[in-house]
């Protein structure tokens, strides 16, 4: 059989309304659902912060430095992993105007073939989303009826702050470039499938692949990845960021050998823990991350530009935050927060805050803990076990 390898990709602005196997029924993402049909997916995979840098770092802590090859395209994961020097590293630039997926994959896989004996683990970050939007033109095409009106051709990731009154055919425009950027998605997994069987390891190699933040799509009068601290002074944001359009991302493992089913995974889960599952997959253990029924509360918590967001078992909420003169985070006294009943209402179109007091107060006195423990992105204090036990004891 040889010696084990593994493929780990990671994909900016690739959330869970631009995959098949997670809900959406108009996006052709074959190769993907097949990796879901006869692998493992992890159905609460939520990121630890609204920007790309804590949710990179907390994946680096699993890696075994000298058996890793990584390779992006991706100008802050270039900037990040030149500050370890000890990580072999892959930088792909553009060759001849071509930023494709499928550039990048091609280089990688070139460079990790060739040394597949000193690092049999391969680690592709791809800009994504935030890259140039240029998926051929027919696939943006591929999601409209004849009614429709025709997609843009713009080629630059759309930064949009909606207003209330929005045009429904801008927001459907983007909505087919972010659909076509993401058939490219799938194109290139095909890529690496096809790769592995040809040079005879695909029975040998796991494959993973996940999302690193989503690309909100008007959801809460969002469009893009750029952030509510672009243009506006501190407490004027028209808009928040620290929703599940951004935060609730795919992650998908098919394991050595190919399961005969696919299974899903419905406890949640962070960066943090693929990064676990990776140093122990790495070690040689190949037992996948386990729903454990006696395990602590599940609890996923994430930081905005002053805000910060939580996801439980049974309930999401948001909080606005404010810094005092030495720096630290709390909970803004003079806003209620949001709170949203989970997961029937992943997308949080139905705030309840005023409704449920006695889950608002639990889940802001567990923000407000949580907060102590920024920039730190995996803590959970037995203060906050206790919370979340007596949050528990609420019924919807």
Known sequence: MGTPSGILVTIEGWGVNLAGCYGNALLPTPNVDRLAAHGIVFDQFWMHSIHLEPNLQAILQGLQADRWLVATDSLPAIGMLRQLEEIDRLEVTPASKQESFEHLLTESLECWLEQRQKTPFLWIHSKGLRGTWDAPYEFRKLMCDSQDPDPPVDQVPPELILPSDFDPDLLFGNACGAGAQSICIDQGLELILQTLQEIGIAENCWISIAGILGFPLGEHRRVGLGDRAMDFPEGQFPVADAYSERLHTPWIVRPNQ???????????????????????????????????????????????????????????????????????????????????????????????????????????????????????????????????????????
Not at 260 to 281: E, F, N, Y
Not at 321 to 345: K, M, N, Q
Not at 378 to 384: A, E, G, I, M
Request: proline fraction near 5%.
């Open 258 to 396: 190919e399961m005969k089913l696919g299974v899903r995974k419905s406890q949640i889960h962070q960066p943090s823990h693929l990064a676990r599952w990776i140093d122990q997959i790495t070690h040689g253990n190949n037992e996948i991350l386990s729903d454990d029924p006696s395990a602590a509360c599940q609890l996923a918590w994430a930081t905005g530009v002053y805000e910060i967001a939580l996801c439980t078992e049974h309930w999401s909420a948001r909080f606005e935050t404010i810094r005092d003169p030495e720096g630290s985070l709390s909970i803004a006294e003079e806003h209620l927060g949001e709170v949203y009943c989970f997961p029937e209402d992943r997308w949080q179109q139905n705030e309840i805050a005023n409704r449920v007091p006695e889950v608002q107060l639990l889940l802001r006195q567990i923000a407000g803990l949580l907060l102590e423990t920024v920039p730190s992105i995996d803590h959970r204090s037995p203060r906050v076990e206790a919370l979340l036990a007596e949050l528990e004891s609420f019924r919807r």
